[in-house]
């Protein structure tokens, strides 16, 4: 089946530098890569996400890149703030549609002010 | 137009207890989707539901768990003989048809078996 790999675990920046969050994934069928921000105690919430007819998905200080050959995807943030702290999951589609997410286990992602 | 609705927010049961979880979809959503997260760990799939009908219930283990969405009413996610490694965070997520199927989740509900 379907398998999300998210790396790192942690990432702690200082506020104003950019973070980067990767994902890989294993099913070449997966075509749907969605971002999750979940803070703690809260439910996670959709930040952007990217379909794979697409390469870059730029939406103010968030972006997402996809390679499909390589099978990975990336979450960039520029400019971080105290309040984008939270953990970030991906996920990806699975063969039986964009129902059906597989997650990444999260990263945590602390901006120091 | 309320958000996705999940309740109880926190439900604690004894070992052998029923657990009854409630999602009521955004309005005009007939698409409902369960999904249950461990401590520290992504959200796993567990079932999804159209008014009336399981259309995926491949992430649902075989026994104690059951799930429906009726005509009327909420979603219900039922777990007959909860065992202590059912304590998770259970979330549910509405979407309209042709719409993004996880755009909206619930608050979720916090289930701590004793």
């Known amino acids: 089946g379907e398998n999300v790999e998210q790396h790192p675990s942690t990432l702690s920046v200082q506020e104003g530098d950019s973070a980067v969050i990767k994902c890989t994934y294993s099913?070449?069928?997966?075509?749907?890569f969605p971002w999750y921000k979940q803070e703690l105690g809260k439910r996670p919430q959709l930040i952007i996400d990217?379909?794979?007819?697409?390469g870059e998905k730029k939406d103010q200080r968030i972006a997402v890149t996809l390679n499909k050959t390589a099978k990975h995807f990336s979450l960039h943030i520029t400019e971080t703030q105290p309040e984008d702290s939270a953990v970030y999951f991906c996920a990806a589609s699975t063969r039986g549609g964009s129902e059906k997410l597989v997650f990444g286990k999260g990263t945590k992602l602390t901006v120091n002010p | 137009n309320a958000g996705v609705m999940q309740n109880p927010r926190h439900l604690v049961r004894r070992r052998g207890q029923e657990a009854r979880l409630r999602c009521s979809p955004m309005?005009?959503?007939?698409?409902v989707y369960w999904y249950r997260q461990l401590p520290e760990e992504g959200l796993k799939f567990m079932v999804y539901?159209?008014?009336?009908?399981?259309?995926?219930e491949s992430g649902m283990p075989k026994e104690r768990f059951s799930a429906e969405f009726p005509k009327e009413g909420p979603s219900i996610l039922r777990i007959q003989q909860v065992v202590r490694g059912d304590s998770a965070a259970y979330f549910c997520?509405?979407?309209?048809?042709?719409?993004?199927?996880?755009?909206?989740f619930g608050p979720g509900t916090r289930l701590t078996v004793l």
């Open positions: 099913d070449s069928a997966s075509n749907y």
């Open positions: 309005k005009g959503h007939s698409h």
């Open positions: 997520a509405s979407s309209p048809p042709g719409g993004v199927p996880l755009s909206f």
């Open positions: 990217i379909r794979s007819n697409v």
């Open positions: 539901l159209q008014k009336e009908n399981i259309i995926d």
